[in-house]
């Protein structure tokens, strides 16, 4: 399908949600929660999950493939549910692609957001941001902080092993400790002074009852899910013009690239409820 099936589609639609694999299932959970009355488009990239590592391009082109495939099916609306996607693709997609594919149509990536509310939530202004290899390389924490916070101190610190895990279903696994307690110690031991972390990976929060474990108990630990879902609720209010857009029968619906039945087993795990997905080809 080209750029003018995509403006000749009905301009109804679900609210499209994308993550490289699982990891925006954390945020879709909370968004159902918040906003029930919506309809969701769930894409995940599995096939070629994780993005973290991989470079700007790849994951510049792998996101808009996944945006174009989420726009084909009606969705108006689309949130990079995914930090590596938002710190590496979502401006040339806003600035460059857009434009071109259909002006009237919105992409949001979560970062943004995430350092908007940082303010109500960090008493020392030394924030620790856990990520992909990708999203700490990027800087684009850093950046967004220097405008929205600009007397916050930034520490990022990339765990690229922590993806992997969530993928693999080791989560939970004794394995996983190790990893765990070797990036929290290593991002408190280069700023002492932090009191609050962001885990800056929609994957993270499947590892929050380890990384609490070895996290000191006076440090807040902040997950994306319930920010991301207040920002859409304040986007949508603001913007009665994509709202409208966006249809209201209170579904959710999941496509992944790879097999449907690891999908819909590992899916159910992170919503919480029974998934079935359906296979596309990006
Ligand atoms: N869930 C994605 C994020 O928030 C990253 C996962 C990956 O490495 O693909 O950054």
Known sequence: MDTSDINTMASGGPIGVFDSGYGGLTILREMRHLLPEYDYLYLGDNARAPYGNRSFDLVYRFTLQSVKALFERGCALVILACNTASAKALRSIQQRDLPHIDPSRRVLGIIRPTVEALDTLSVSGHVGILGTRGTIGSRSYELEAAKL???FTITGHACPMWVPLVENGEAD???????VKKEVDAIMTA???IDTLVLG???YPLLLNKIKQYTPANIGIVTQGRIVADSLA???R???EISSRCTRGGNASFLTTE???????MASIFMGEHVD???IEL
Do not use: K, N, V
């Not at 696994?173 to 990893?179: R, T």
């Not at 097999?259 to 087993?265: A, T, V």
């Open 259 to 265: 097999s449907i039945d690891r999908f819909s087993d």
């Open 191 to 193: 700023d002492p002074a």
């Open 238 to 240: 603001r913007h009665p």
């Open 277 to 279: 997905a359906t296979h």
């Open 234 to 236: 304040d986007y949508l």
């Open 173 to 179: 696994s004794p394995g996983a400790d190790f990893f």
């Open 201 to 203: 990976c929609t994957h």
């Open 149 to 151: 916070q600009p007397d």
